[in-house]
Structure formats: structure tokens, C-alpha cells
Nanobody, 119 residues
Framework: QVQLVESGGGLVSPGGSLSLSCAAS????????MGWYRQAPGKEREFVAR???????NYGDSVKGRVTISRDNAKNTVYLQMNSLKPEDTAVYYC?????????????WGQGTLVTVFS
């Protein structure tokens, strides 16, 4: 069983920066990818960024150029550096891990961390 623990959310002014982290723990064979999604009040969950174990990142259109995802495979931790934050970035940010389980991939979600951008 895999647990994800996110941290780093909080309050920030427009134009500011924030860094999120998500650490995976528990018993698992391997994690093929980790990523971040977000959900603003009244809206559907939105893709933010994803990074695979041996490959490059990809980003959602709404954050491209303003966020950077990175991963420490040895620590099973993924990070999200967010810059030039806007009020519309306000959301609960969720970490997701794609965990190898035999021949299939199981998606595991964190509990979410709130990011609020306000002036």
C-alpha cells in the first residue's frame, strides 16, 4: 500500500512563488510516474504537471512556463515549484503516483494541499 503526503501549500501574493512536495511511502515495487493536479472551487480537477521515472516532464497549458516539476527517485518524492502565481492558481493541489502493481498501474492520490493566491 502506498501513501502520499503533500506539503508546502499556503497563502501567497500574486506574482509570488510557492513550492510543493509530495513524498511516497509504504510498500510498492516501483512508481512509474508522479504528478500534480489541482481543483478550484466549483471546477473539475485539472492537470498541472507530470514526470515519469526516466523521462522528461510535461505541463498543463494553464501553468506552462510558470511551474517546474522535479523528482527525487531515491526519495520517491516529487516537487512542484510555482512562480508568477495568479489568483486563478488558487486551488487544492493533489499529488498522484502511478504505481506498478503486477502487470497494471494503480493510481494513488494524496490528500491535497491548499494554495491560495490573493492580494
Amino acid at each position: 500500500q502506498v501513501q502520499l503526503v503533500e506539503s508546502g501549500g499556503g497563502l501567497v501574493s500574486p506574482g509570488g512563488s510557492l513550492s510543493l512536495s509530495c513524498a511516497a511511502s509504504g510498500s510498492f515495487l516501483s512508481i512509474s510516474a508522479m504528478g500534480w493536479y489541482r481543483q478550484a472551487p466549483g471546477k473539475e480537477r485539472e492537470f498541472v504537471a507530470r514526470i515519469i521515472t526516466r523521462g522528461g516532464p510535461n505541463y498543463g497549458d494553464s501553468v506552462k512556463g510558470r511551474v517546474t516539476i522535479s523528482r527525487d527517485n531515491a526519495k520517491n518524492t516529487v516537487y512542484l515549484q510555482m512562480n508568477s502565481l495568479k489568483p486563478e492558481d488558487t486551488a487544492v493541489y493533489y499529488c498522484k503516483a502511478e504505481v506498478a502493481a503486477g502487470a497494471s498501474i494503480v493510481e494513488v492520490w494524496g490528500q491535497g494541499t491548499l494554495v491560495t493566491v490573493f492580494s
